[in-house]
């Protein structure tokens, strides 16, 4: 029997003017996501987030920034008969990841239109909360709200596993260019932020896989890991790195 896969939209009104980065940074190149990221190999990354986070049958999942799919296509490969719900702003992601989800043969799909800053699960039901190359596109205001989100849906003893850029290259960039002209206080590009004009920087939310990196910086110097704890999650640590697209990730860990 195919996959049960359900569609919902949990944006509210004041919601509806959020911004947000599509796959590929623009609407229009979202079909040719899936190709992109077969050729740059992502599919390693995929499969080994999901090797990382030990998911089993039965278990619920929830991938934030789930975009099309792939991530939870790789749960689902791993764990056949997982309760999996996928969380994205961009509806047109969502809706080719139901195509491609219906496919499976065994497990039950929530695709779900909304932003991470409020996750539309209830409270400690989740055994896993996953993430792949979606909280770059994050600022870290909005990462202290996901985090703590993350928390409030974990069970006891769920884990999350979160692969991202290490942002390694952004701090370097961003320390190297501190007190030079043009990057003081009143507007420069400091550690941990960047400048995306009037209006913008704050309101970005998860995007998805190759495209526009635009707060990687705030995951350097353990960055992650002190976003995990400060909200109440325990053991955060990066437990793996690979080098990919030119750059290095890092998969972090926390358990509730």
């Not at 940074?25 to 040719?32: A, E, G, I, M, N």
Request: hydrophobic share 35%; glycine share 12%; net charge neutral.
């Amino acid at each position: 029997m195919p996959s049960q896969v359900r569609m919902l939209d949990d944006v509210r009104p004041d919601e509806s003017d959020h911004e947000f980065l599509p796959a590929m940074s623009r609407s229009w190149l979202v079909p040719w996501y899936d190709l992109t990221a077969r050729l740059r190999g992502l599919g390693r990354l995929y499969r080994r987030t999901v090797e990382l986070a030990r998911i089993r049958p039965g278990q619920r999942v929830l991938d934030v920034g789930c975009g099309t799919g792939n991530l939870s296509r790789e749960v689902l490969r791993a764990a056949p008969d997982a309760v999996v719900t996928g969380l994205d702003p961009d509806g047109e992601s969502l809706r080719r990841a139901a195509r491609k989800l219906r496919r499976r043969r065994r497990g039950e799909v929530t695709l779900v239109r909304g932003f991470a800053h409020r996750l539309p699960v209830p409270d400690a039901s989740q055994d896993h909360v996953v993430s792949s190359l979606a909280l770059h596109h994050v600022p870290a205001e909005e990462k202290e709200r996901l985090a703590g989100e993350i928390a409030r849906v974990l069970r006891p003893g769920g884990r999350v596993t979160i692969a991202d850029f290490a942002g390694d290259h952004a701090s370097a960039h961003e320390h190297a260019s501190e007190g030079s002209p043009g990057h003081g206080d009143d507007g420069g590009t400091h550690h941990g932020q960047h400048d995306h004009g009037p209006g913008r920087g704050h309101r970005h939310q998860p995007g998805h896989g190759p495209g526009s990196r635009t707060h990687d910086a705030d995951n350097a110097d353990g960055g992650i890991e002190r976003l995990l704890t400060a909200a109440g999650l325990a053991d955060a640590r990066t437990v793996e790195r690979m080098p990919l697209l030119g750059d290095s990730v890092i998969l972090v860990q926390a358990h509730r």
